[in-house]
């Protein structure tokens, strides 16, 4: 039984990259919550924004987040908002454990533009959206497990350091849960 790992943060950040090092390392299934469900509604996150809009698209991230994958042996890459809705960030901490990661505006800026499935940076000015967003969601971001910045390193670099968190924080959790 290994507990379950969540990686959290922005856009950009490396979540899915770092998430699919660190779930080879431990033997864990990896999965991106987009994909999810992306898989489930048959639709891709930028026609679910785009035919039944950003709200319904976050009722299917909390259902994710409820019943949507396995309580244990997994490596989550959480959308980039999904912490942000109200109890989530909780709920994914009673869960198992959480990293969080962090890129500057740039980086997720030159990281993203190559992506054209990101409905919330399919604006006129993504370098601004980026930096409003940031701004909304820094303050959660802060207190979403433990941070990592992936800026200046590579994925390697990251997955390790992300390694030596998880390994220590399972088992605090593992220790908490049981006792």
Same mark, same amino acid.
């Not at 999904?82 to 454990?97: F, I, T």
């Not at 670099?157 to 959790?173: G, T, W």
């Given at each position: &039984?290994? +507990?379950?790992?969540y990686i959290v943060g922005f856009m950009g950040t490396g979540k899915s990259a770092i998430?699919?090092? !660190?779930?080879?390392?431990?033997?864990?299934?990896?999965?991106?919550?987009?994909?999810? $469900?992306?898989?489930?509604?048959?639709? +891709?996150?930028?026609?679910?924004?785009? !035919?039944?809009?950003?709200?319904?698209?976050?009722?299917?991230?909390?259902?994710? !987040?409820?019943?949507?994958?396995? *309580?244990?042996?997994? =490596?989550? *890459?959480?959308?980039?908002?999904?912490?942000?809705?109200?109890?989530?960030?909780? @709920?994914?901490?009673?869960?198992?454990?959480?990293v969080c990661l962090f890129a500057s505006t740039d980086s997720i800026l030159e990281r993203t533009s190559r992506n054209q499935n990101?409905?919330?940076?399919? !604006?006129?000015?993504?370098?601004?959206?980026?930096?409003?967003?940031?701004?909304?969601?820094?303050? $959660?971001? &802060?207190?979403?497990?433990?941070?990592? +910045?992936?800026?200046? @390193?590579?994925?390697?670099?990251?997955?390790?350091?992300?390694?030596?968190?998880? @390994?220590?924080? =399972? *088992?605090?959790?593992?220790? @908490?849960?049981?006792?």
């Amino acid at each position: &039984m290994k +507990t379950n790992l969540y990686i959290v943060g922005f856009m950009g950040t490396g979540k899915s990259a770092i998430g699919r090092k !660190v779930a080879r390392k431990f033997d864990l299934q990896f999965l991106d919550s987009d994909v999810e $469900i992306e898989k489930k509604t048959t639709m +891709t996150i930028k026609d679910i924004f785009r !035919v039944h809009g950003e709200e319904v698209f976050r009722n299917m991230e909390r259902e994710f !987040v409820e019943t949507g994958h396995p *309580a244990q042996g997994c =490596a989550v *890459a959480c959308g980039g908002g999904l912490v942000m809705q109200p109890g989530l960030l909780e @709920r994914l901490k009673a869960k198992g454990v959480l990293v969080c990661l962090f890129a500057s505006t740039d980086s997720i800026l030159e990281r993203t533009s190559r992506n054209q499935n990101r409905p919330l940076l399919n !604006v006129d000015k993504p370098e601004q959206e980026i930096r409003d967003l940031l701004e909304k969601r820094n303050a $959660i971001y &802060m207190r979403a497990g433990t941070g990592v +910045t992936t800026e200046n @390193r590579s994925i390697s670099e990251v997955a390790a350091h992300v390694c030596r968190i998880y @390994r220590k924080e =399972a *088992a605090a959790f593992e220790s @908490r849960k049981s006792g």
